[in-house]
């Protein structure tokens, strides 16, 4: 059975299942945002803390993209742009300490450039202003923005994986470009409450990696931009803690605020 708990970014289904019992019957698939939302808002849950990881479902990367008026072409003539134009760009985000708003001021403090932050109310309803120039900039998921880079809406710089976005080869990486130490990726991932036996824990694991060597749910997931992971416990909980000090670094360092 599925029970589906939407609100406060995750954190109302998140806390539910921390406080499950842990005999291996609940589950949380959750993203990237589970880590955020602790280090930006009050929870009642930590992704370390309460849960036993299980497996990296997926993982996805971000398009850099920007309107076509805007006199860029690349990663590199972005920064210069914006090094030029101090305080001129602007990006959008899919709110306040979204992972959008992160990734940007990621790329911030990577490269120097100052650039201001416009929060909209979830992913991609920033659309029809970066469309007319009301915003510069966005950070899309690849099956959002894919659509509009070729009706030529907007133009792609670069993707934010360490390496290139199979549905989009054409499109290099903001490492490619010269960005090091910048690379963001939204990912899913499955929890059981902390304390579930680790047979239990292991189990789940090898039965959730056999679903995702499917050659059909691969293909399913690539066309939309994703790549099916399958990692073990082990692998996703060295993940998580590494998102986790990643991201508390950017808050602490940009001095990031919640609403």
């Not at 939407?6 to 609940?26: F, H, K």
């Not at 945002?33 to 992704?47: E, N, T």
């Not at 990726?185 to 929890?191: A, E, K, R």
């Not at 409450?193 to 293909?219: S, Y």
Request: aromatic share 6%.
């Amino acid at each position: 059975m599925v029970d589906n708990r939407p609100g406060a970014g995750g954190s109302i289904g998140a806390e539910l299942a921390a406080q499950a019992v842990p005999d291996g019957y609940t589950l949380i698939m959750t993203s990237a945002s589970a880590v955020i939302r602790p280090l930006m808002y009050r929870a009642r849950f930590d992704l370390v803390r309460d849960f036993a990881p299980v497996s990296q479902i997926t993982m996805q990367p971000y398009v850099i993209v920007v309107n076509p008026s805007l006199p860029v072409k690349s990663v590199g003539e972005l920064i210069a742009f914006a090094k030029s134009n101090p305080g001129k760009l602007n990006y959008a985000s899919a709110g306040n300490g979204s992972l959008t708003h992160l990734t940007g001021e990621l790329l911030k403090a990577t490269t120097g450039i100052d650039m201001v932050h416009v929060p909209y109310k979830g992913a991609g309803t920033y659309f029809p202003d970066l469309f007319s120039g009301t915003v510069h900039l966005a950070f899309g998921s690849i099956i959002s923005v894919q659509p509009h880079i070729r009706a030529n809406r907007v133009r792609p710089l670069a993707v934010t994986s360490a390496g290139r976005a199979k549905l989009v080869p054409e499109v290099p990486t903001a490492g490619e470009a010269g960005v090091r130490g910048f690379a963001v990726t939204q990912w899913f991932g499955v929890f059981a409450p902390a304390h579930t036996p680790r047979p239990i824990v292991e189990r789940l694991n090898q039965d959730i990696v056999k679903v995702l060597r499917q050659p059909e749910l691969a293909a399913r997931l690539a066309a939309d931009g994703a790549e099916a992971v399958g990692s073990s416990p082990q692998q996703f909980a060295v993940h998580v803690k590494a998102e986790r000090d990643k991201w508390a670094k950017v808050i602490k360092e940009t001095g990031i605020r919640a609403d």
